[in-house]
């Protein structure tokens, strides 16, 4: 059984910062892609920044400048760096992860973590 647990939202003022985390645990034989996406009520959910096995990040238009996804593939973990922050990017976020559990591949989720930026 595989499981991703999101840390790291909270309440922040707008140019402010957070760093979300994400680890992914249990029978896992390889993760490839990671990502984060975010939601807010009434909206579908969105692309934040994802990242491959070997490193390589994509960000969304919003975050792009102001967001710095990483991973440490040791520790099955996942950050989002997420600077100036502004009202906008309020949003329950949640962490996605490609992965294999022999012999399955799938996609998994978090429970989600919420970030709340106030004016």
């Known amino acids: 059984q595989v499981q991703l647990v999101e840390s790291g939202g909270g309440l922040v003022q707008a140019g402010g910062s957070l760093r979300l985390s994400c680890i992914a645990s249990g029978s896992i034989s390889s993760i490839n892609s990671m990502g984060w996406y975010r939601q807010t009520p009434g909206k579908q959910r969105e692309l934040v920044a994802d990242i491959t096995s070997g490193g390589m990040a994509n960000y969304a238009d919003s975050a792009k400048g102001r967001f710095t996804i990483s991973r440490d593939n040791l520790k099955n973990t996942v950050y989002l760096q997420m600077n100036s922050l502004k009202p906008d990017d309020t949003a329950m976020y949640f962490c996605?992860?490609?992965?294999?559990?022999?012999?399955?591949?799938?996609?998994?989720w978090g429970q989600g973590t919420q970030v709340t930026v106030s004016s």
């Open positions: 996605k992860a490609d992965i294999l559990s022999w012999p399955y591949r799938r996609n998994y």
